[in-house]
């Protein structure tokens, strides 16, 4: 964040927009799965330090590329008290759902924590409350058990009604997930149960929703007619340039209004040693970003005419 005043920073969805209205957004809230892909290379103690610094490089390296930063409160907010208060600006998102979220049968559970409001969030100088969950439509709770769809309702309900109160955007990410016991989805199936989910979170209208690419042109199509709500497409850490070719498809055929990408463009860069690591993130992650945004420049759908529909 820069030295703008309260009454110089964007608002709305703005906020955490580029100058054209659209969305290029970079997560990097991770916390358990950090943890698991410095596990993955051999670091078994990355420490408070560590998972703060990482954090703090890649938002320096990419300021001026991206439009906002998607940070946890544990180690991603703290990281930028390390940063330099002058330079371009760019939103914050910050990540408020608990880390552990618990599990039935396997399956898993929403819930909020009511210490992480809108207000905490506006507090520390967010710009944005992101919320996930993991909704599966189809999904039919058996006698004795929670009502895992009916939950995560609810939390969204709650979510969307305090950032209203307290005047900052709901951004909803949802990401599907097995039932007890299901098989792996067809492609069709998993298309199906994205949109499912989407046209539920749609209904409760959250100013803006985080979606997993639903496959294909037709399916981003199925989706675009399914909701009103704008949405950008998440990355799930797939390779660079497949994501790209999402995001494409996602803007062109799907109306989406941008992307929200984190390990596709800042993975390598976890084990680094730091100075190897700044090094990386200013050049090759960069590279990426910006790759990114030539790529829904002149089609991801803008925020404000969305607005302007809505009017």
Known sequence: MTTETTAQRPTGLASIATPQGTLAIVAMDQRNTLK??????????????????????TVQALRGSASAFLLDP???????????????RYGVLVAAEPSNRGTVNGEPRTHRDPALSARWVAD?????VKFLVQLRADRTAAAGEPDTTAEVLQVVREVVADCR????????????????????PTPGQRADRIIEAAALLDELRPDLIKLEYPGDAAACRQLAGAISTPWAVLSAGVAFDDFAEAARISCDEGGASGFIAGRSIWKEAVGMERAARQAFLADEGRRRLDALVQVIDGRATPLTLREDAGS
Request: glycine share 12%; proline share 10%; hydrophobic share 40%.
């Open 36 to 57: 698991r892909m410095y596990a993955a290379v051999g670091i078994d103690d990355a420490d408070t330090a560590e998972l703060t610094a990482i954090k703090a490089d």
């Open 165 to 184: 109160e307290v005047g900052i955007p709901s951004v909803i990410e949802n990401l599907i997930f097995p039932l007890a016991g299901e098989e792996p």
């Open 124 to 128: 520390q100088g967010g710009d944005a």
């Open 74 to 88: 544990d180690y991603g907010v703290p990281a930028l008290q390390q940063l330099p208060a002058d330079g371009p």
